[in-house]
């Protein structure tokens, strides 16, 4: 009898997802922000180049203003949208009568910032980058070495600072996002993230992971949300290669014991025959009256 060969299914490809990482940070790491701000002022306001002191002093305010607000108001959505109407409002209506030239508000404003005449050298400036530098510093360091989780097709990695490592199958679980600062999240796509099992166990919880969401600053850059879930939903629709091989080596295996379960019925019938039952002879029995 002969035996058909069977041939393995060609291996399947796997789509390559980048590894996602995931750090936990402080509120300091917004220090960056008006680090590197100030270290540009420090160099528009060399002699050489010879921008406005005063404007530049103006802006430092403002970012030191900004930086002040997210670093200690976690201000929730009704809130983060009550401030912007606020300002737009009291900003407004300054900038229609400055129009109008009824009322100029910005002109009286100015004249009366000019008899303090403000403004910071270069050095100043240099030193502001270096102190909010010094502070992103720390956050950074604190961020990389306290906790550390790797996502990729291959499962979850927790790194403790001082503890072991855990690993967990991606399949079943789910996450929880939270942005706990809008102003932080329209800065920096800054939020809380949980991840849970199918039981509803925590596994860990970030409280600031920069970049959670897309942000209007970086419109073009993905979040990491979508990417985790992207990684989650991914799980289960594609198999690897070496997945492949040993599916194909099993599927082998079973056509092959299939076949010698064939042969080996078709022995056992051939020595286990019934033979066709032939005629006796004529006269063999006893003949009786």
């Not at 750090?23 to 060399?46: K, T």
Request: proline fraction near 5%.
């Amino acid at each position: 009898m002969s035996q058909t060969s069977r041939k393995p299914n060609a291996p399947v490809s796997p789509v390559a997802l980048k590894p996602i990482m995931l750090y936990d940070h402080l509120p300091g790491i917004l220090a960056g922000y008006p680090a590197v701000l100030f270290l540009l002022m420090g160099f528009c306001s060399l002699d050489f180049i010879g921008a406005n002191k005063h404007m530049l002093f103006w802006i430092g305010m403002s970012v030191m203003l900004i930086w002040y607000v997210a670093f200690v108001f976690n201000l929730p959505k009704s809130k983060f949208f009550l401030i912007f109407g606020l300002l737009g409002t009291f900003v407004g209506i300054p900038v229609v009568l400055e129009i109008t030239g009824h009322f100029r508000p910005f002109t009286r404003m100015a004249d009366f910032l000019k008899l303090f005449a403000p403004e910071a050298n270069a050095g100043a400036y240099f030193v502001l980058a270096l102190v909010f530098f010094i502070i992103w510093l720390g956050n950074f360091i604190w961020s990389r070495t306290h906790l550390k989780v790797r996502i990729d097709e291959s499962g979850l990695t927790i790194t403790r600072l001082g503890g072991k490592g855990e690993r967990f199958e991606l399949i079943g679980l789910k996450t929880e996002t939270e942005p706990l600062d809008y102003l932080e999240l329209f800065i920096a796509g800054i939020g809380s993230l949980t991840l849970k099992t199918r039981m509803n166990k925590t596994i860990f919880t970030m409280k600031r992971v920069i970049g959670l969401y897309r942000t209007p600053i970086f419109p073009f850059v993905r979040g990491k949300h979508s990417r985790i879930e992207e990684m989650l939903s991914f799980q289960g629709k594609v198999i690897s290669v070496e997945h492949q091989d040993a599916v194909d080596a099993a599927e082998m295996s079973d056509a092959a014991t299939d076949n010698q379960d064939e042969e080996d019925e078709i022995a056992a019938g051939g020595d286990g025959m019934d033979s066709i039952p032939q005629d006796e002879p004529k006269g063999s029995g006893k003949d009786f009256d």
